[in-house]
């Protein structure tokens, strides 16, 4: 079977791994420092705070930004559950606002029409730069401005991608990445989040440890000794072990060669897939780290056509369901279908063919034959 993602491990990866495995650091060590300093580097943010998985750093950055009970987060469907839950799990209310059929990213006017619902409590804004598109950011921050929120990307697609010329990264207050084995890099499992305002990176450390610290000038009391620390805030363990950190720092050497391979496979299918067939390519751009090949069919013949390349050995891949059809949100947010369209209309023609770096060429002819071999 040809996954829709796969990582890409080389001999370098294993004996950075094999080397932190002999030492003496597998947490809270060295990697990690070294991991979170060469990742705010590459995308050229100040700071980046590791965390466990990409779902926590979503989790961090909400609270890091304040967002707590009863507050609004604005949020497309079109995306993994991960990006609502961490609303919910500061005790928020995820807002679902529709995708732009051009980008299939969060749609600016209809996130401040959500936020216009939302009397004044919404908090943070979190448009997704889903399938690794880098969405036009200046509509949001002009929306953020003016209704006093925050914007956290979810770039859980977007690791290597760039936004008029800079790395995605820094043009949200504060971006979250993950590093599961699907993404543009991998660390087994983690995440991360990257910010330029010292506060947000102090608290995201907080948070993703316990919500300790050692430090006698954000401590509430005088710190007794150095055996001494105190728990200023609910947090918890998030933590990236030095482990997976040294992996990620490997990994990260390679994601300009891997996300440039990534374009080179999207390109060909640009230029191969019988669009008379009914296959629309996904949005394009230079910046796009194409995470997914996000190709819509006829909405009526997706199962068909879904089936017959899993019949012929290719997992391709539907993303996504929108967040707000899964049970438990039926049951506990709000939503109407009707008021998104363009995200109930995308769900139903999506279909992702298998894109990763080392995908070869004569596995994506076979994927090409068979997709045009679908009337
Ligand atoms: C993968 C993903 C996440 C969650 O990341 P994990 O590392 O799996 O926790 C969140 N949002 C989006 C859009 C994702 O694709």
């Known amino acids: 079977m040809i996954p829709y993602g796969h990582q890409e491990i080389t001999e370098e990866d294993i004996s950075s791994v094999v080397r932190v495995l002999r030492g003496d650091w597998l947490t809270t060590g060295p990697s990690v420092r070294e991991f979170e300093e060469r990742f705010a ?26 967002v707590g009970a009863g507050d609004r987060v604005v949020v497309p ?8 839950n961490a609303a919910l799990y500061v005790g928020a209310i995820p807002v679902f606002a529709d995708i ?27 448009p997704v730069s889903y399938s690794g598109y880098p969405f036009d950011m200046r509509p949001f921050r002009e929306l953020a401005d003016r209704i006093g929120a925050v914007i956290i990307e979810d770039a859980s697609h977007t690791a290597g991608g760039s936004r008029n010329g800079s790395r995605v990264g820094t ?10 084995p699907v993404k543009n890099m991998t660390t087994g499992e983690g995440g991360m ?23 006698h000038g954000t401590s509430g009391r005088l710190l007794a000794g150095g055996w001494d620390y105190d728990m200023t805030e609910l947090g918890y363990n998030y933590r990236l072990t030095d482990i997976a950190s040294v992996l990620g720092t490997s990994q990260l050497m390679r994601l300009d060669a891997n996300v440039r391979r990534r374009r080179e496979i999207a390109a060909r299918y640009r230029a191969e897939l019988d669009e008379s067939l009914g296959w629309t390519p ?9 995470h997914l090949y996000a190709a819509r069919v006829p909405a009526e013949r997706r199962r068909e056509i879904y089936d017959a390349l899993r019949a012929n050995g290719i997992g391709a891949q539907v993303h996504y369901v929108p967040v707000y059809r899964q049970s438990w949100y039926r049951d506990h947010v709000e939503h109407d279908p009707a008021s998104t369209p363009v995200t109930e209309e995308t769900s139903a023609r999506e279909i992702s063919l298998p894109l990763y770096a080392s995908l070869t060429d004569d596995q994506q002819s076979h994927v090409i034959e068979v997709c045009n071999s679908i009337i």
């Open 282 to 290: 996904p949005p394009d751009d230079q910046g796009h780290a194409y």
């Open 100 to 126: 732009s059929p051009d980008t299939l990213c969060l749609d600016a006017d209809s996130a401040a029409e959500a936020a216009e619902r939302s009397d004044g409590r919404a908090r943070a804004v979190v």
């Open 77 to 84: 469907g079109l995306t993994f559950a991960a990006t609502s």
């Open 171 to 180: 043009q949200a207050d504060m971006t979250t990445f993950s590093f599961h």
């Open 193 to 215: 989040v990257t910010t330029d305002d010292e506060e947000f990176a102090r608290r995201l450390e907080l948070f993703r440890s316990h919500g300790v610290t050692r430090d």
């Open 41 to 66: 580097e590459y995308v050229g943010a100040k700071f980046a705070v590791s965390f466990s998985n990409g779902t926590a750093a979503l989790h961090g950055a909400m609270f890091a930004a304040g």
